[in-house]
């Protein structure tokens, strides 16, 4: 069978799998969840032998070390997958929620109801969890998905794939409800993205020219977040007991992900206060930092070693590195603060160190991000720290999904009317 008709099939076997999951009620996807976490669990020596053969693989074809982080899973990341699984299962099911119901002047009541999107497609690489998070959310929120993962991660993923098979075939449900597409030919990518009659939203995961590429050539809506340049800004009115803490694990928690945070703003007033101590510990955990003038002459008064001082460059300002790398610049304050993220940033997330009431409503009301914090690190920006139990991406979009997204976020609201014989006169 040719990737054409391939993806076809799929579309068609997803779109009557939709049918099916928008009906299903909440008891037998939450079965089919557990049964999955089972599954998982029951499988777990499989699963790691699979994700074993991926990263001799990634090994052996030279991939950097940022990617082979996220392709690795151990036992711990197995466990998490399950335990992912049922936390999806414990949440509210938003499918067929009411909501603003009330009456108008013609008698008849008028409200919203949730519903599911449909069928999603999901396109993303290397993380092998991503299989088992986008299943639980899509079933959950009674879609279909259709989820095509990076070839690095091909055997983990068809491993995955037959525990949320059985899962599905456990409950009673339709095992096409769940489809991994079962070839790393890139042609499969540019199918899935052009069968508006099957698929009704594409979600993305993966590096800038992935989605850059899916977002220009798709001919169905798309969710996406294009890179993560976050920041964290330190106010001249910081506790300085918060700020050390927040700025380092912001930065060093883990260098990987698109919550970490790549850039740092100091107000001037209070850079000799805090610079130094937050370079000594930048540095001694091998990050380096690429500086403005003032910031970079600062810390090279406070003695940071210079082999880890760059003089940063305008494209700096705008870089998701991923790596054990920040750009640092001194800012006279909140009102620069908030003009050079909202010039530089991605809409990622933004987070503000801060004692000062109104200097976090000000940053809070005026910073553009999909994401805005107050006196905690950028790191929680998460679909599961959030209370999601998991997401399906983060959203830098303004339409629809915003954010984290999660249950809510994989279904529309239609309109609902309540009557009692009126017409419309």
């Not at 986008?134 to 091909?154: D, H, M, P, V, Y």
């Not at 769940?178 to 995961?205: C, K, N, S, W, Y």
């Not at 590195?321 to 050079?340: F, T």
């Not at 929680?380 to 209370?387: L, T, W």
Request: aromatic letters at 4%.
């Amino acid at each position: 069978m040719d990737i054409h008709t391939y993806m076809q099939t799929l579309g068609r076997q997803a779109r009557a799998a939709s049918r099916v999951l928008a009906a299903a009620p909440s008891a037998l996807k939450n079965t089919a969840l557990l049964a999955m976490a089972a599954e998982v669990r029951a499988r777990r020596s499989e699963l790691l032998t699979a994700n074993a053969q991926d990263l001799e693989q990634a090994h052996a074809a030279g991939l950097e070390a940022a990617l082979i982080d996220r392709l690795t899973l151990d036992a711990k990341g197995v466990e998490a997958m399950a335990v992912g699984l049922e936390q999806v299962a414990a949440l509210p099911d938003p499918v067929g929620e009411m909501s603003e119901i009330k009456r108008r002047p013609s008698g008849i009541q008028l409200g919203k109801m949730r519903v599911p999107l449909g069928v999603i497609g999901i396109i993303y690489e290397a993380r092998p969890n991503v299989t088992a998070d986008a299943a639980a959310l899509c079933l959950k929120s009674g879609n279909a998905a259709i989820l095509r993962g990076g070839k690095e991660a091909i055997h983990a993923n068809r491993a995955i794939a037959a525990c949320v098979r059985a899962g599905l075939l456990a409950a009673g449900l339709p095992e096409h409800a769940v489809q991994v597409v079962d070839t790393t030919d890139r042609e499969a990518v540019g199918a899935l993205i052009t069968m508006p009659e099957f698929v009704d939203v594409i979600v993305p995961r993966g590096g800038k020219s992935l989605i850059e590429r899916i977002s220009k050539d798709a001919r169905v809506p798309v969710i996406k977040h294009l890179d993560g340049n976050c920041h964290v800004y330190i106010d001249d009115e910081a506790d300085p007991a918060k700020v050390v803490p927040i700025v380092d694990n912001a930065k060093t928690q883990r260098y990987g992900t698109c919550n970490t945070a790549e850039s740092l703003l100091v107000a001037r007033t209070v850079a000799d206060i805090y610079l130094p101590e937050i370079g000594r510990t930048l540095a001694a955990k091998g990050v380096e930092m690429r500086c403005c003038a003032d910031a970079l002459a600062l810390l090279r008064d406070a003695g940071i070693s210079t082999d880890k001082l760059v003089p940063a460059t305008e494209a700096d300002w705008r870089e998701e590195y991923l790596a054990p790398i920040i750009a640092v610049k001194l800012v006279d304050g909140l009102d620069e603060a908030i003009a050079h993220i909202n010039t530089f940033s991605s809409g990622h997330t933004e987070a503000i160190v801060t004692e000062n009431y109104s200097h976090a409503m000000r940053f809070l009301r005026e910073v553009d991000s999909s994401s805005v914090m107050v006196n905690a690190s950028t790191r929680f920006a998460d679909g599961f720290e959030y209370g999601l139990g998991a997401e399906i991406g983060i959203s830098t979009d303004k339409i629809h999904a915003r954010g984290p997204v999660g249950l809510e976020g994989l279904t529309s609201q239609k309109w609902i009317v309540f009557g009692n014989g009126e017409i419309r006169r």
